[in-house]
């Protein structure tokens, strides 16, 4: 599966984004999508994560209550949408494919995209 992220950008904190990631490739609609972030400095964390159906969501403490992850597979597309951004939401912001369902490890994934950055202004 290849993926292509975009949406990330510059905005201030407060404000929102919304991520996409296109999927290509083998058959998008099996196997769970996640979001995934790195900071400078820091390792990559787990972020969101949905089944195939959409029926089973996954998020991280950090963003739970402001981020929602969603995907639609007529379109090979999987989404996250940003609100109430902080500051600490700075990083390059990673689509992941071919995952267990459940899964919230990077090991739990099996194809990434190249990353978006997302940085938020104070």
């Known amino acids: 599966v290849q993926l292509v992220e975009s949406g990330g950008g510059l905005v201030q904190a407060g404000g929102s984004l919304r991520l996409s990631c296109a999927a290509s490739?083998?058959?998008?609609?099996?196997?769970?999508m996640g979001w995934f972030r790195q900071a400078p400095g820091k390792e990559r964390e787990f972020v969101a994560a949905?089944?195939?159906?959409?029926?089973?969501?996954y998020y991280a403490d950090s963003v739970k209550g402001r981020f929602t992850i969603s995907r639609d597979n007529a379109k090979n597309t999987v989404y996250l949408q940003m609100n109430s951004l902080k500051p600490e939401d700075t990083a390059v912001y990673y689509c992941?494919?071919?995952?267990?369902?459940?899964?919230?490890?990077?090991?739990?994934?099996?194809?990434w995209g190249q990353g978006t950055q997302v940085t938020v202004s104070s």
């Open positions: 992941a494919a071919e995952g267990l369902v459940g899964g919230t490890r990077g090991t739990d994934f099996g194809s």
């Open positions: 490739g083998r058959t998008f609609s099996s196997g769970a």
């Open positions: 949905i089944s195939w159906s959409g029926g089973t969501i």
